[in-house]
């Protein structure tokens, strides 16, 4: 009988790739294909409840493969975990994680039993509730945390509480209420904004599940330099996502605006003409366009300009020249922003017109036919 381990993802597949893109922390094994690379190295890589992971040694030489579920030393005790990964790309990951060759290694017990999935499952059925209770507790301690999620061991003989707190807290009566309350080793492990919203899940204001708990594994600071890069309107309610900090899609196209601005002037650098100085006031990167005004602070005789012509303008101001306005003739109006054409509409339309012109055909048919029985 095959048993599949339900640990916050969806089941992994030998050797492959998980056909769900939901699994962020799956990897896929390019080398599965090659003999030679299971023989490299004995240790394994194993996945636990959400992002999880760890890497054991395989000291029986238990064959092993993706998607097995083993049981694994812990203190105390065991644990319960999934396969994710074997052979030479497990060394990469673990030069990747940064761990230490002298830091503690522990063993692979062996694959797991009926026995040990049962425990499992019981301990497992006890994490929500055990995590409303800790918040009851904590609540009444008046310690200023929470706890977002709580994770039990395979063997339900310890209990890791994940908690987030804005300042340092003092939670050692904390740990022996709960002890007392659960009976358990109880371990806790404080975690970030971001870390929570990713191990909760939700959905974003795009409409999409958030990105955080769909396949970002390692999280990279966000600044109000992306945004300002951008020209996106720095307001915190829109910049902020559901874990109250700046949103991680922020930094997604920061790399092509900042190419996108070698092709631009500084904008630190004035313009200045014969009747006026002017000063940048927003870059449009998808039109090529920029525009400039007369007062740094707000918009104020504002002027729309190429940015090969603000190129141009630079170079007269270097040379001592000031050109008598910024549009390249005088007579010329301001430019005019780009409008697109829907293309889609001009097809609708047409078969639109083709359909009402059958239309007539038919009824201009059927009067005739009526009129010859007539």
């Given at each position: 009988m095959e048993y599949r381990l339900y640990n916050g993802e969806c089941c992994l597949k030998s050797k492959g790739c998980c056909s769900r893109r939901t699994c962020k922390l799956n990897n896929h094994d390019?080398?599965?294909?090659?003999?030679?690379?299971?023989q490299v190295t004995d240790y394994v890589e194993v996945q636990f409840k959400n992002t999880r992971k760890g890497y054991y040694l395989n000291s029986t030489k238990i064959p092993l493969v993706k998607g097995d579920i083993v049981a694994v030393e812990a203190s105390p005790g065991h644990d319960v975990g999934t396969v994710t990964m074997t052979g030479k790309l497990v060394l990469?990951?673990?030069?990747?994680?940064?761990?230490?060759?002298?830091?503690?290694?522990?063993?692979?017990?062996?694959?797991?039993?009926p026995?040990?999935?049962?425990?499992?499952?019981?301990?497992?059925a006890k994490e929500h509730e055990t995590m409303i209770r800790s918040r009851k507790i904590a609540e009444h301690l008046g310690l200023q945390m929470k706890i977002g999620d709580v994770e039990y061991q395979g063997d339900g003989n310890k209990a890791i509480f994940y908690y987030i707190a804005d300042e340092r807290v003092d939670f050692r009566q904390l740990i022996k209420n709960l002890a007392d309350a659960f009976r358990v080793r109880i371990e806790m492990k404080?975690?970030?904004a971001r870390q929570e919203a990713a191990r909760i899940g939700g959905i974003g204001p795009c409409g999409r599940e958030l990105?955080?708990?769909?396949?970002?594994?390692?999280?990279?600071s966000v600044s109000t330099s992306a945004a300002r890069l951008q020209d996106i309107s720095l307001n915190p309610q829109k910049l902020a996502g559901q874990c109250a900090k700046l949103k991680c899609c922020l930094n997604y196209e920061v790399?092509?605006?900042?190419e996108a601005r070698r092709n631009f002037p500084s904008r630190e650098i004035p313009l200045e003409t014969g009747d006026n100085v002017y000063y940048h006031f927003k870059t449009d990167v998808f039109k090529n366009q920029m525009t400039y005004s007369t007062d740094r602070n707000f918009a104020a005789n504002t002027v729309t300009i190429t940015a090969e012509r603000a190129f141009d303008v630079i170079g007269m101001n270097k040379r001592g020249h000031k050109p008598k306005s910024l549009l390249p003739?005088?007579?010329?109006?301001?430019?005019?922003?780009?409008e697109y054409q829907d293309v889609l509409e001009e097809n609708v339309?047409?078969?639109?017109?083709?359909?009402?012109?059958?239309?007539?055909?038919?009824?201009?048919?059927?009067?005739h036919h009526n009129q010859k029985k007539q």
């Open positions: 390019y080398l599965s294909d090659i003999a030679e690379s299971e990469l990951q673990m030069a990747k994680a940064r761990l230490r060759p002298d830091a503690e290694v522990r063993r692979i017990y062996r694959k797991a039993k026995a040990d999935i049962e425990k499992y499952e019981e301990a497992k404080q975690i970030g990105c955080c708990s769909g396949w970002i594994a390692g999280f990279v790399d092509a605006y900042m003739d005088s007579s010329e109006q301001q430019v005019q922003p780009k339309n047409r078969f639109d017109l083709v359909m009402k012109k059958k239309k007539r055909r038919r009824s201009n048919s059927g009067k």
